[in-house]
């Protein structure tokens, strides 16, 4: 419980900390951040559906997988309209060290235990993200169609959001 | 053509005229951008809904008192006949943020 309060903080603090602070993210880097957190999740999804064995928690890691797949295409597409380079930067790479290490740490558990700790996570890590994109990176976004998509993208994580509380709630 | 064989086709006619409502309706429901609309339709027991899915991901028509539970894949157009009446609320399984109602009568459309 705590290490994912912490997680979750790190994350918070990830975001709204000096990366961001220090100026007026661009849109390359807001696509960035956007794919790298789709793929984050997605990673997480994979690795859930070699290790889970709760049949919602299993459904719940598939469509993970295939709504991130689908929306990142979206956004790969739209990247390329739009011409920009997606740019890497403090805020893309803290998240995927960060999802990195929570991989690791959920690599160790199994069974039931795994199941639980998976799913707290993606509770934790679709609100750290909601966040984001409502104080961060829908605001700095400039151009129309890429505020768009985030704006989808937002009521998307909201209802994986909702969709895993549900999932969670019936593993008690 | 004989007199006979006319009678037994208006008959016929008849007869099929019957067993189909005259005017069963058909609703459409739209999904777009994980929204919704209309948030709230009328409709009859008979009538067909029509349900489209314009995003990229797939969504469901799902209601909350278990009388239907309809997948809506990406980019596809499902139909959906109702059978019962009742007032009913119904969401998506994957994004339960998506609701809206649906408001069934029991006489069937003429
Ligand atoms: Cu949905």
Redesign the pocket.
Known sequence: MFAQLGAAIAAVMLLSGPALAEGKLTDPQIAHIAYAAGNIDIAAAKQALTKASNKDVKAFAEGMVRDHEAVNKQALDLVKKLNVAPEDNDTSKALSKQAADKLAELGKLSGAAFDKAYVANEVAYHKTVNGALETKLIPSASNAELKSLLQTGLKMFQ?HEQHAERVAAGLK | MQPGRLRLIAGVLALVAMAVPAHAATITVV?EN?EISPAEATAKVGDTIELVNR?V????ATAKNGDFDVMMPPKKTVTYVLRKAGTVDYY????PN?KAVLKIGGEPSR
């Open positions: 209802g | 999904m994980l995003d991901i797939a969504h469901t998506c399984r994957f994004h998506m």
